[in-house]
């Protein structure tokens, strides 16, 4: 395949991972994935930003074939699906330098074999030129890690935004094509990884006010050539309203907490509330990553095992903790055969989501006419803190 040009000496020679199923051996990619890579021309200089997972060197090397030259190679980003092919690029060019942030030059250097001498550090605010191209760097700490930037060239209005604003979507298109199937994958995306660092998006979506841009190019999936789609959607998962929603994410070995879990879902849609429920054992972590987004209250169900939560939650629980969504309600319903830590447990997996907690119901066996009567009371008290707060 041919380089893929996206403006005049401005081209994509990123790989598409068509296949991959499964990123940081943690998050699925149901949609496969891309690394993209882009190379700029100037009138001097040439520029590549970003490279792409070392398991894809050759593709990367396959476009830079009949590029005789490369000046600057610029990492927005220390991960290694951006920055694994670095060695192999300087190593065929001897005379480029990695153009990186203070703290991604402290990261590259641990991650990869890259002398200190083939290093330009460059300041938040900095520029570079090419000749007749100018690239601006814009430190945008957390947009993953703590040394990510965004590379703004100037004369083009292209915004290489790093992990910003990507998705995790293989596709033949090199802008988004299809908003309604790239939206879900974007989302999926910002839940799975941005979410966490939501504080830091919102002052670095401010700051991108001040820019004009034409176009967003990521370093996963495809680009924006409507920068406001995206910038919207950024907007409404960072700061948007939340919804009139419950999640209720479960485990039933026996059968009772997913009586439950029924119960419960019943009574919160005959009170208006949207539920969005999963059966940990079976659900795809990213769905549910994707409903914490928008959600305010979150209801988990587990069954006891040897006193303690279900395995399958206690698991779902820690990443809630670590994906730090804007809960602000959360509560446990679930079962036990003769004793139960299993609330105490899980509240104290959860530390960094500061919500109100509801009142717990758990029970003993099977639930009854008092279990059913509690999950009344629950439903009742979500669905009036939903309308007390406006939540719609
Ligand atoms: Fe796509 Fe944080 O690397």
């Given at each position: 395949?041919k380089?893929?040009q996206i ?16 990123f940081?051996?943690l998050?699925p ?6 690394y993209n ?9 040439v520029?590549?930003?970003d ?8 593709i990367l090397?396959t476009?830079l074939?009949?590029v ?23 190593e ?7 153009v990186t942030?203070p ?8 991650l990869?074999?890259v002398?200190?001498d083939r290093f330009i550090t460059?300041?938040?605010?900095d520029t570079l030129?090419l000749g ?10 957390w947009?993953h890690?703590?040394e990510t ?7 083009e209005?292209?915004l290489f935004?790093?992990?910003?604003f990507g998705?995790?979507?293989a596709?033949s298109d ?7 199937q790239?939206y879900?994958?974007?989302k ?10 939501h ?8 700051r991108?006010?001040g ?6 190019a990521?370093?996963h999936?495809p680009?924006h050539d409507?920068?406001?789609f995206?910038m919207?959607?950024?907007r409404?998962?960072v700061?948007?309203p ?9 485990v ?15 009574a ?5 509330v ?8 079976v659900?795809?972590?990213?769905k549910?990553?994707m ?6 209250t ?9 006193v303690g939560p279900h395995?399958?939650?206690a698991?779902?629980?820690?990443l809630?903790?670590?994906?730090r969504?804007?809960?602000?309600f959360?509560s ?6 003769w004793g139960?830590?299993a ?5 104290g997996?959860i530390p960094?989501i ?5 009142n ?13 009567r509690?999950?009344d ?16």
């Open positions: 395949m380089a893929r403006r005049p000496d401005v081209y994509w020679v990123g790989a598409v991972d068509w296949d991959r199923r499964l940081d051996a998050i990619l149901p949609d496969g994935t891309s890579a882009y190379l700029v021309k100037g009138g001097e200089k520029a590549l930003i490279t792409v997972d070392p398991a894809m060197t050759d090397l476009y074939k009949d005789p030259v490369i000046d600057y190679v610029i990492a927005n980003h220390g991960e290694q699906d951006h920055s694994g092919s670095i060695p192999n690029v300087l065929k060019y001897p005379g480029a330098r990695v942030t703290k991604g030059k402290d990261i590259l250097s641990a990869l074999p002398p200190d460059v300041s938040d605010g030129s007749n191209r100018t690239f601006e760097f814009i430190h945008a700490p947009v890690w703590p930037m965004l590379t703004y060239l100037r004369e209005r292209i935004s790093c992990d910003l998705s995790h979507l596709t090199l802008f988004v094509n299809d908003e309604g790239y879900e994958s974007a999926r995306y910002y839940a799975e990884i941005m979410m966490p660092f504080t830091s998006i919102d002052k670095h979506l401010e991108l006010g820019y004009e841009i034409d176009i967003i990521p370093s999936g680009l409507k920068p406001s995206i919207q959607a950024y409404s998962w700061s948007g939340p919804e009139n929603t419950v999640v209720l994410p479960y039933s070995m026996h059968g009772s907490t997913l009586e439950m879990v029924n119960y419960l879902a019943g919160l849609i005959d009170r208006g949207t539920v969005k429920r999963f059966d940990l054992t659900t795809d972590i990213g549910l990553a409903a914490l987004v928008d959600a305010p979150l209801v988990i169900g587990t069954p006891t095992v040897l395995p399958d939650v698991h779902a629980a820690f809630a903790n670590a994906l969504p804007g809960l602000q959360i446990i319903i679930g079962s036990y055969g139960s830590r609330v105490e447990q899980l509240q997996m960094n500061k919500a109100e907690i509801l717990p119901v758990m029970c003993k066996g099977q639930p009854g006419e008092q279990e059913f509690s999950l009371s629950l439903a009742t008290a979500i669905a009036e803190k939903h309308k007390e707060h406006g939540f719609s």
